[in-house]
């Protein structure tokens, strides 16, 4: 019952916190039988199947913190000795919701754990369905080796740059390559598409509306120094009428390396169709 209540307390919360990921997957729960146990001198690692999209400690006594190295990797340990039993709440990329009870044992005999699929309930089937067909495509594009476009900018030693756009059915596929050259990491706040007016009104704001991915394939959380990735932004297809524009927005999260670029309709109609 503990459990069930920690889920409809922390769900809202989770659930904001995927929109700002920029995800639109219907979110599944799973609550783990097994207690994880841990002490303060040894870091537990729980490997996901999928990216963790963000994390909530049921108390401060847990110390945990996504692996800088393996975007699916949460590692965990203990703040002080002997606290009372409480839980963690993990939400993954691909919409799966993981409760574990957490415990504090002196030496704990199991430091890695492995956490596969969640498998979701049969009436939602075509949307699991969807999202792999996304994922299937989405992945064939971030293989591509040459680029079918090349819109992008560089500063600060950042750069965000359009490889392609490519179509499937009635769906687009945006190839993103996100590069940091500096030695400063790059925490992303915000990578998303807007449509918006070409031209803003005198004394005026210029109007702007969200377009929500279908799905999204690569981390789009954090970009570590001295490296380079790419993200694939899947939405319905698109197309802009006169005077339309859409604009990729890559924002820093605490900073000021902001990027945008402009993407016209002349961009869209070259799109190139996914086998």
Same mark, same amino acid.
């Given at each position: 019952?503990?459990?069930?209540?920690?889920?409809?307390?922390?769900?809202?919360?989770?659930?904001?916190?995927?929109?700002?990921?920029?995800?639109?997957i219907?979110?599944?729960?799973?609550?783990?039988?097994?207690?994880?146990?841990?002490?303060?001198?040894?870091?537990? !690692?729980?490997?996901?199947?999928?990216? $963790?999209?963000?994390?909530?400690?049921?108390?401060?006594?847990?110390?945990?913190?996504?692996?800088?190295?393996?975007?699916?990797?949460?590692? $965990?340990?203990?703040?002080?000795?002997?606290?009372?039993?409480? !839980?963690?709440?993990?939400?993954?990329?691909?919409?799966?919701?993981?409760?574990?009870?957490?415990?504090?044992?002196?030496?704990?005999?199991?430091?890695?754990?492995?956490?596969?699929?969640?498998?979701p309930?049969?009436?939602?089937?075509?949307?699991?369905?969807?999202?792999?067909?996304?994922?299937?495509?989405?992945?064939?594009?971030?293989?591509?080796?040459?680029?079918?476009?090349?819109? /992008?900018?560089?500063?600060?030693?950042? /750069?965000?740059?359009?490889?392609?756009?490519?179509?499937?059915?009635?769906?687009?596929?945006?190839?993103?390559?996100?590069? !940091?050259?500096?030695?400063?990491?790059?925490?992303?706040?915000?990578?998303?598409?807007?449509?918006?007016?070409?031209?803003?009104?005198?004394?005026?704001?210029?109007?702007?509306?969200?377009?929500?991915?279908?799905?999204?394939?690569?981390?789009?959380?954090?970009?570590?120094?001295?490296?380079?990735?790419?993200?694939?932004?899947?939405t319905?297809?698109?197309?802009?009428?006169?005077?339309?524009?859409?604009?990729?927005?890559?924002?820093?999260?605490?900073? /000021?390396?902001?990027?945008?670029?402009?993407?016209?309709?002349?961009?869209?109609?070259?799109?190139?169709?996914?086998?």
């Amino acid at each position: 019952m503990k459990l069930l209540l920690n889920i409809l307390f922390y769900m809202p919360l989770l659930m904001a916190e995927l929109c700002s990921a920029q995800s639109s997957i219907k979110t599944y729960a799973r609550v783990h039988r097994d207690t994880i146990k841990i002490n303060e001198k040894q870091t537990t !690692n729980i490997l996901f199947a999928h990216p $963790i999209t963000v994390f909530d400690r049921g108390s401060a006594d847990i110390l945990a913190q996504r692996s800088p190295m393996a975007a699916d990797l949460l590692q $965990i340990k203990a703040s002080e000795s002997g606290f009372e039993n409480t !839980n963690l709440s993990v939400l993954c990329a691909d919409g799966s919701l993981h409760v574990f009870n957490i415990s504090y044992e002196q030496n704990p005999t199991k430091l890695i754990w492995e956490v596969g699929d969640v498998q979701p309930d049969p009436v939602n089937d075509s949307a699991t369905q969807a999202r792999k067909r996304y994922h299937a495509r989405a992945l064939k594009v971030s293989q591509l080796l040459v680029p079918s476009m090349s819109v /992008g900018r560089e500063r600060q030693q950042i /750069g965000l740059r359009l490889n392609g756009i490519y179509i499937s059915e009635d769906q687009m596929y945006f190839h993103v390559k996100l590069t !940091n050259k500096s030695y400063i990491p790059f925490d992303i706040s915000r990578l998303a598409l807007y449509s918006s007016d070409g031209k803003r009104a005198r004394r005026g704001a210029r109007q702007e509306i969200e377009i929500p991915p279908l799905y999204v394939l690569g981390d789009v959380r954090r970009l570590e120094r001295r490296s380079a990735h790419s993200v694939v932004l899947v939405t319905p297809k698109l197309s802009l009428g006169k005077g339309k524009e859409l604009r990729l927005q890559l924002w820093e999260d605490q900073g /000021g390396r902001h990027h945008q670029l402009v993407i016209k309709n002349k961009h869209l109609m070259k799109a190139v169709p996914l086998n």
